[in-house]
């Protein structure tokens, strides 16, 4: 099971802190990463990390204002999110990948003045 938080509304260039807690599976030998969706589009991937911490990738359009991690003793994950832009609202999913695959039900990112 993953649950996020830390969605909610913020102005343009404001930051956010999304946070993701995993439980029922060994967290720390998934990779992790946040995806967004806007009704009527696809998923897209915004960031993701290995296991240990040590590869994280990101989309070019966060490149630079996100940053993701993790802790593997707190079985949480989190995403940074600085210098927003209105086009980064969307519901942002943590997933795990794996043995299996996770999803998170989403948190609500709205950025609007």
């Known amino acids: 099971q993953l649950v996020e938080s830390g969605g909610g509304l913020v102005q343009p260039g404001g930051s956010l802190r999304l946070s993701c807690v995993g439980s029922?599976?060994?967290?720390?030998?998934?990779?992790l990463s946040w995806h967004r969706q806007v009704p009527g589009k696809e998923r897209e991937l915004v960031a993701s990390?290995?296991?240990?911490?040590?590869?994280?990738t990101y989309a070019d359009s966060v490149r630079g204002r996100f940053t993701i991690s993790r802790d593997n003793t707190a079985n949480t994950l989190f995403l940074q999110m600085s210098s927003l832009k209105p086009e980064d609202t969307a519901v942002y999913y943590c997933?795990?990948?794996?043995?299996?695959?996770?999803w998170g039900r989403g948190t609500q990112v709205t950025v609007s003045s």
């Open positions: 029922g599976f060994t967290f720390s030998s998934y990779g």
């Open positions: 997933t795990a990948f794996g043995p299996a695959r996770y």
């Open positions: 990390i290995s296991g240990s911490s040590s590869a994280t």
